[in-house]
């Protein structure tokens, strides 16, 4: 797999691949990021008001997410896309709280359809090269 595949991605894909590709290497770019704006002095205001929903963070945190949102995106519309879903299903996210728990399950936590569906071949299905006579 190129970057460029792993930056966009097509098609359908496993758990095990979005979680070992994806969740677990943005997490750990984002909490690296985090670590560093911390060393640099960029506290978050823990003060009254302040939510996770309204933190922006450092500038190492901003560019981190900045350029990690299209592979965050891309996964999570191939997982969706492996349970048969269509990317429409992004739209929880706007239910703060319940909508992240619902994609983390759908995307970390269920089986994908076993066989093809109509966004492609399962992922671990053997690619068979047509015969020509």
């Given at each position: 797999m190129t970057v460029g595949q792993w930056y966009v991605r097509r098609g359908r894909i496993t758990r095990r691949t979005w979680w070992l590709h994806y969740?677990?290497?943005?997490?750990i770019a984002a909490s690296l990021a985090g670590l560093a704006d911390s060393s640099l002095g960029?506290?978050?205001?823990?003060?009254?008001?302040w939510s996770i929903?309204?933190?922006?963070?450092?500038?190492?945190?901003v560019a981190i997410m900045l350029l990690t949102i299209a592979p965050s995106l891309s996964s999570s519309v191939a997982r969706l896309h492996d349970r048969g879903h269509s990317a429409w299903w992004l739209l929880w996210v706007l239910f703060p709280g319940v909508g992240?728990?619902?994609?983390?399950?759908?995307?970390?936590?269920?089986?994908?359809?076993?066989?093809?569906n109509r966004y492609g071949p399962a992922?671990?299905?053997?690619?068979?090269?047509?015969m020509y006579c």
């Open positions: 969740a677990l290497p943005l997490a960029y506290q978050h205001p823990a003060g009254e008001g929903y309204t933190y922006t963070g450092g500038p190492l945190s992240s728990l619902v994609l983390l399950i759908q995307n970390g936590f269920l089986s994908g359809d076993g066989g093809p992922p671990d299905a053997p690619h068979v090269l047509p």
